[in-house]
Structures are given as C-alpha cells and as structure tokens.
C-alpha cells in the first residue's frame, strides 16, 4: 500500500533537491538486486533529511540500521567535510555492498560503518552527541533505541524515526492476525505520543516519519 499516491511522489521528488546520481545508482541496484530493496529510505526522505540537516546545522550523525548504505551515503553528502556519520547494522556482508558506493564517493570519508547488536553499539558511543539521530532498523527494538537516542542528543538534537505508518498497517483496527512488527510499530507510536518531555510531529512521507526532539 502507497500511502502517497505514486504520480504524487514522483512529482514532490522532481520539485525538490535529492541525493547526488551516485547514491541513486545505489538505490536503484538495491531495489533491483535485493529481496528486501524496497527497504531503502528513498529519494523524497533523503531529501526531506537533507532539509533538516542544513536547517539544524547537522554535523554529527548516527544511523541505526545501515543496511545497503543508502541512507548513510545520502545524508554524508549534506554534512560538512569534519562531520560524520555512524551507522550501525549487524550484517558486515551486505556492508561490502555499501563500501563498494561509500567508496567512489569524496564523501565516503565520512561515513563509519560499526557492527553487532545496536542496543550494545550505543552504549559504547556514550562520550558522544549526535545532532541527528535516524533510526530504521527493527522495528521490535524502535523504543529501546529511542531511548538511548535522546540520552546522546546534542542540545539541539534530532531524531527520525522511519516506516512508523507501515503501508498504512497502524491506522487500520487492531486485528489477531497483524504481523508482529505491525504491532511493535503501533505500540511505539502510542508510546511516544505518550512520552512526556519530548516534542514531535508524524508525517506520511513515503513509509512515514516521526520527528522527535527533546522539549
């Protein structure tokens, strides 16, 4: 399911600025070589970070869940030449992929690939603040990671959270059958709407993001 409507993307994307021609390549051969290629964050969300990322004045980044290295590669693109990007998966195969892109790009010099079970990753960054935080891993682990995340924000800090409509699942009437991260993802999103202390705003780009800051 699209939440937007597709013609009503592709419009927004050529209206708008989006990731250098490298990490399109990237994208594309990811969608069209990967069973799960549809997982990339895609043009209009890179170019939605780009905005915030120049908006906040972003430089130090930390990225749960690097997968084919999309996302790392469009956001290194956007920070300065003493920024860096942190992103963290537990698969070092599908990274030789990533490192292939990351690579050819003058902003690959940027990018930090880190490895293992995120929660445990995290806590080994405690000396540093992130000026964003984007988080698009397993969605079972999205209030843990949020968790840790506002503890090494920066004070202007943000965080987005991606695929929190999941094609639309959460909007829909709890059911027995729901697949499990249908229901991880609509107790997370209950669970921040809840959470005092913090400002944020869902939006239905592509898959849908959730902003949220430190009040």
Wanted: proline share 2%; charged share 30%; net charge negative.
């Amino acid at each position: 399911m699209d939440i937007v409507d597709k013609k009503v993307e592709e419009y927004c994307i050529s209206h708008s600025d989006c990731p250098s021609s490298l990490c399109i390549e990237l994208g594309d051969e990811t969608k069209e070589n990967h069973p799960l290629g549809r997982m990339i964050s895609g043009e209009l969300v890179s170019s939605f970070i780009s905005f915030m990322i120049h908006s906040h004045n972003v430089k130090n980044i930390l990225e749960i869940g690097t997968f084919t290295g999309y996302s790392a590669l469009s956001m290194a693109e956007q920070i300065p030449s003493e920024g860096k990007v942190y992103t963290i998966d537990k698969n070092k195969k599908i990274n030789e992929f990533a490192q292939s892109y990351w690579s050819r790009s003058e902003h690959g010099h940027k990018i930090e690939a880190l490895f293992g079970d995120a929660k445990e990753v995290i806590k080994d960054l405690s000396d540093k603040r992130f000026d964003l935080v984007f988080i698009d891993a397993d969605k079972g682990s999205y209030k843990n990671y949020l968790e840790q995340s506002l503890e090494l924000l920066s004070s202007n800090g943000l965080i987005i959270v991606d695929n929190v409509l999941w094609s639309g699942k959460v909007c829909k009437k709890e059911d027995e059958n729901d697949d499990q991260s249908t229901k991880s993802l609509r107790d997370f999103n209950t669970y921040v709407n809840s959470l005092p202390g913090v400002r944020k705003s869902m939006i239905p780009i592509r898959d849908g993001l959730y902003l949220i800051k430190k009040a």
